[in-house]
């Protein structure tokens, strides 16, 4: 889905669990956060954390000791945590993938060399070589960091998508077995 950003109006592709997000980046949601908040109300705030701290502290201290909130935080921060992170991230990559593509691929998705369909066996490749480089200026990693990579910049036009034995052929011996026919 194509929204507009609310802060500097920017057209951004809303991908994952935020489907209502009205901002395009961190830097517009801190600027939004900063743009919507009442300078009276942060003046209070620290003038009553500055005045009662010690009791503030105690209280912290004394509530993070009750067994229910410890219970609670090693369920959150334990092992369901990483469970649900892991389920939620899976699919979160399942759905930028599809995105992208379809944008190089088409619908359905194919291989640009040998017509390949099976999305499972699909990836994006650099026409003129070089991705593990880019990759690394980018710092990103691979998967879903240039993933987003690529949906924030518009979709290079100097990516390609092509199932892993085109891709491997091209990058180990600098042809492709489908178009030596």
């Not at 509530?63 to 979160?92: F, I, L, Q, T, W």
């Amino acid at each position: 889905m194509i929204k507009n950003c609310i802060v500097c109006g920017k057209e951004f592709v809303v991908v994952g669990r935020y489907p209502s997000k009205k901002y395009c980046s961190i830097n517009c949601r801190n600027r939004l956060y900063y743009i919507n908040r009442n300078p009276k109300y942060d003046e209070y705030k620290r003038a009553y954390y500055k005045k009662n701290r010690s009791t503030i502290l105690i209280k912290r201290k004394i509530h993070s000791m009750k067994p229910e909130v410890r219970e609670r935080a090693r369920a959150c921060y334990g092992r369901h945590k990483y469970e649900y992170n892991k389920v939620r991230r899976r699919k979160e990559t399942l759905e930028t993938k599809k995105i992208i593509f379809e944008h190089y691929g088409g619908k359905p998705p194919k291989c640009a060399c040998c017509g390949e369909t099976g999305w499972e066996f699909l990836s994006v490749d650099h026409i003129n070589g070089g991705g593990t480089k880019h990759k690394k200026e980018l710092n990103c990693g691979g998967g879903l960091g240039f993933y987003k990579w690529i949906i924030n910049n518009n979709f290079p036009t100097d990516l390609r998508l092509l199932c892993m034995n085109c891709n491997f052929a091209l990058g180990k011996f600098g042809y492709c077995p489908h178009d030596k026919k």
